[in-house]
């Protein structure tokens, strides 16, 4: 499904039989202009989207504020001006998309800047925790917030998980196979410093360090560096990186830290959209 595909699809859901309100209370034959206005500090993503929803009902937008803006409470973010009822009919698929976007991309950044704090070469990356159909939305909107949307889907890389492991017998195992079917590069999840050098010994490209301590990380890293295989791997660490420390596993001196933060825990930026005039008339310029 593409991007036009699922955001009709949203309006539908939304829609239902009708919105039965607006048709009841506003005549068909009247014209809006409104504000998307930010009610609270963040970074803007999701303004394309937001478009591209009004656009789809008829809706004329004008953008004010772009994907990657700093805004405050009461900055303008875009105008919409169009038939009344269809501005009303789509405001909260637009406002719902634009809201979790930029709550994404607001606490990636502030992800990213805490990391490069203790390691400027980290990259910070989402993890696939993300709500079903909204996985590409949230992908994009960390990447307007500075990080990396890691795998987009399962198609994307080759990812040995724990219970891949579980299920064929061993490391070595699942990363044989992996080898055969001449998928690269191959990751490997991890929960021991011991894993993650048998899996650089097996000859994975990536290891994720999943769920381990900042002390256990670090043994990871002298482990690799004392068999000389710690340049031979890209280090990734995942699993319960907040805010409160990214600091300390960036300062470990991995490459990657991923982090389902972004897109499961952080709160939405809080908008809505003032109606500024309406009237019969399609003179709505001033």
Known sequence: MNTRELLLEMIRDDLGRGDITTEAVIGSDVRA???IVARE?????GVREACSVF???????RVLKKDGSAVRAGDKIMEVKGNARKIL??????????MRMSGI????AELVRLAKRANPRVVVAATRKTAPLLTRFDKRAVEVGGGSPHRRDLSEQVLIKRNHVRIVGSIESAVRSAKKAKRRPIEIEVSTAEEALRAARAGVDIIMLDNMRVSEVRRAV????????REKVVLEVSGG???NNIQRYAATGVDVISSGYMTMRAPALDMGLE???ASRSTNLSK
């Open 33 to 35: 202009r409104g504000f």
């Open 41 to 45: 500090r963040g970074m803007l993503a």
């Open 55 to 61: 656009r789809l009902a008829g809706v004329r937008t």
């Open 89 to 98: 009919q789509v405001e909260r698929v637009a406002l719902n998309l634009l």
């Open 105 to 108: 991309a607001t606490a990636t």
């Open 222 to 229: 002298e482990l690799l560096k004392q068999e000389g295989l």
């Open 241 to 243: 990186i907040r805010p």
């Open 275 to 277: 109606i500024v005039a």
